[in-house]
């Protein structure tokens, strides 16, 4: 957050150091279509419609796997656009870096428990 | 350190109002609603992974008519976030950045949301 810390010279924002987070939040975004996309085809084929249905959907390795994927990527793309809400909308410093912090945190711990959860249907599922 | 003076994002009042900026503006909105829709699909994969009865309660609440009413307002938010987000890849290309191409995208964009979601439903309807 080089925007936030204001460490370049005269505190006008992440000069020359933006390029490498511009980049990511684009592979991120992008790495998200094929994702979704999975998803949807995916449960839309599958039509699963009882508890063990689901199981067995989830708990398949061609499954388990793009939904790990999936949240791991889900999680990242998001925590970029929510920081870039922040940044942008929330002046006030203690309720930017209050915010940042939870949205970070908030991401980081929602796609652990997500991808602990696919882990449990992977292992012991089925 | 005079992180006062930053210049900040452009407020959204100044503005007249305009296309472009409605769909710029949608865009964030329902990122931010599909944050909280990545939050239910932890808590449904939660739930699935804890057994039978945890997932009996969540999809009673999302096959509820106002658990309908939700999912089909996420849909829409998505299909949204999907067609606007490759619109904003197209123009990381250097593509439609003029005022013409930047509004046509824009429509279709969300003309294409509304179709999608349509039939996506009716085809779960089927």
Known sequence: ?126 | MDSGKRPLSPHLGVYRWQWTMAYSILHRFTGIALSLGAVLLVVWLTALAAGPAAFATVQALLLSPFGILVMIGFTLAFFYHLLNGLRHLVWDSGCWLDLRGAERSGHAAAGGAVLLTALLWLFIGL
């Not at chain 1, 039509?47 to 999936?70: E, H, K, M, T």
Request: charged share 10%.
């Open chain 1, 1 to 126: 957050m080089a925007g936030m810390t204001g460490n370049t010279p005269r505190n006008l924002g992440p000069a020359r150091k933006g390029g490498a987070e511009w980049l990511a939040q684009r592979i991120f975004g992008a790495a998200m279509v094929p994702l979704v996309i999975w998803l949807l085809a995916s449960l839309l084929i599958a039509r699963p419609d009882a508890f063990q249905d689901y199981v067995l959907w989830a708990s398949a390795g061609v499954n388990a796997l793009p939904l790990i994927l999936l949240l791991a990527v889900m999680f990242h793309h998001a925590h970029h656009g929510l920081k870039d809400i922040v940044r942008d909308y929330v002046h006030q410093p203690f309720c930017k870096l209050l915010l940042a912090a939870l949205v970070k945190l908030g991401c980081f711990g929602l796609a652990a428990v997500g991808i602990l959860a696919v882990m449990r249907l992977a292992i012991w599922g089925s």
